[in-house]
């Protein structure tokens, strides 16, 4: 050991994050020894605050301090709107663009058949008594891949006997990029969901 | 060195904040595992080239000693848009991907593998119906290509032509010798039956499908008809029969969780 056994230890903790590797941890425990201590305890209380006040909000599963969350609890959100995702952080990009208004379910993941996971894993039955509750259209918003589509398809047939719209957001190009670099998969989906100008 | 392939992508899993690692398929290696950088980016150059179930063009740095390749370039050859947007496609196409994956080593180069491979997608993908024939047929080609192919023409026993038409009887398969007894000798090897946990009882219409299975040009699979009870019987028959010859093959993943989804 080089290094004091505290900073040992600090690098160990930080080199299980995903992404962090035995130098990272290491560059940044001796950071954290140079933070003043007002700063480190702020950042030792958020970590500790994240894991005793964010739970899984009752009613979309998303992750939240009040339960339900606010955006469940909003009552200027429309209600006859729910907008499916994945995961939390798909929450997050979609709130960013403010053009959704509607309420969220997130599911916790995707169906990938090939890792073995299915809807048992999922939060898929706590959406269905949602659904029956006066919702006009279910919009599912899943990665644009093989687990994203799986799962796509199976909700989509799995919401038809309740009579509500179910709708997919549109697959295609990104914005920025250039037609000619597109692949064909991509291309014929932005073709397929083209609209009228 | 850089180095250009077709390949099938089997799997793809997230690494890092961008990343994937890819497994492939590919004509001139057989399986590989290689990391495709920034492969998750709304902007990525690979685009949907590292879906599973995709025909892609690829290009790696290849290093004779990692493990783990680096992907540089790969373009879609062909999409196999249908088997992606439809439940049942799909569920047949991931079952016969995680197959491969399950019973090939890395950089093990088959030729034969390969081209099977691309050619039950390739009618996965144009088939009108019967979409499970062609995991069947695939199944079937799969043990040829392993060396314990089945044999349909003739009794196993007393080397008699095999007719398997009739509607009422039972043919007992062994699955150590990979074949069929005809109706006599199946009524011996019924009754010594239980010599065996490798024999197992056929109705003669799933017989029948196994043997057309067995002869018809993969391109006129979907032409095939047999009753639900017989394709269930197929089923079972081909998975005991993979089993019994390819030591720790596991259930299949992808067959399980689409057994699940009850729609």
């Known amino acids: 050991m080089y290094t004091a056994e505290s900073v040992e230890q600090l690098a160990e903790q930080f080199a299980q994050l995903p992404g962090i590797g035995r130098k990272t941890a290491h560059r940044l425990a001796l950071y954290i020894l140079k933070m003043e201590r007002e700063e480190v305890t702020t950042l030792a209380q958020a970590l500790v605050n994240v894991k005793d006040k964010v739970r899984y909000c009752s009613v979309c599963s998303n992750i939240t301090e009040s339960d339900p969350c606010r955006i469940c609890s909003d009552v200027k959100r429309d209600q006859s709107f729910i907008c499916v995702v994945e995961e939390p952080s798909d929450v997050l990009a979609l709130e960013k663009t403010r053009e959704f208004r509607g309420l969220y379910h997130v599911l916790g993941g995707a169906l990938s058949p090939l890792d073995g996971i299915g809807p048992d894993e999922l939060r898929v039955k706590e959406l269905l008594p949602r659904v029956s509750n006066g919702v006009q259209e279910v919009i599912l918003a899943m990665n644009p891949n093989v687990e994203g589509e799986a799962t796509t398809l199976y909700l989509s047939k799995l919401l038809k006997p309740f009579g509500v719209k179910v709708t997919r957001i549109a697959r295609g190009l990104p914005m920025g990029s250039d037609l000619e670099f597109a692949d064909e998969a991509t291309l014929s989906r932005a073709l397929e969901g083209r609209v009228a100008v | ?263």
Do not use: W
């Open chain 2, 1 to 263: 060195m850089i180095e250009k392939t077709d390949a099938i992508v089997l799997k793809s899993m997230r690494y890092r904040d961008t990343s994937k690692i890819v497994t492939f398929y590919t004509r001139r290696y057989g399986k590989i595992k290689a990391i495709a950088k920034g492969a998750r980016d709304s902007k990525s150059k690979f685009g949907a080239a590292l879906e599973p179930m995709t025909l892609s063009s690829l290009v790696i740095y290849k290093k004779e000693q990692r493990e783990l390749q680096l992907v540089s370039q790969c373009d879609i050859v062909k999409p196999y848009k249908r088997i992606h947007s439809e439940m049942e496609r799909m569920a047949v196409a991931l079952s016969i991907v995680e197959l491969i994956n399950q019973l090939t080593h890395d950089e093990e180069e088959n030729l034969a593998l390969f081209l099977l491979l691309v050619k039950t997608l390739d009618c996965l993908e144009k088939s009108e119906r019967m979409f499970e024939s062609h995991f069947f047929a695939f199944e079937i080609r799969l043990a040829l290509l392993f060396g314990f192919a089945l044999h349909l023409e003739n009794c196993i026993s007393c080397g008699r032509k095999l007719e398997l038409n009739g509607a009422k009887t039972a043919y007992i398969l062994d699955l150590s010798k990979g074949g069929i007894y005809c109706p006599t000798c199946s009524a011996t090897a019924g009754k010594l039956g239980a010599q065996g946990h490798s024999q197992y009882r056929l109705r003669a219409e799933a017989a029948q499908s196994l043997k057309l299975l067995h002869h018809l040009d993969m391109d006129n699979i979907q032409n095939l008809e047999y009753t639900t009870e017989a394709g269930n019987e197929l089923n079972e028959t081909l998975r005991l029969y993979l089993q019994y010859h390819i030591e720790g093959l596991k259930p299949l993943k992808a067959a399980k969780v689409f057994q699940s989804l009850h729609v």
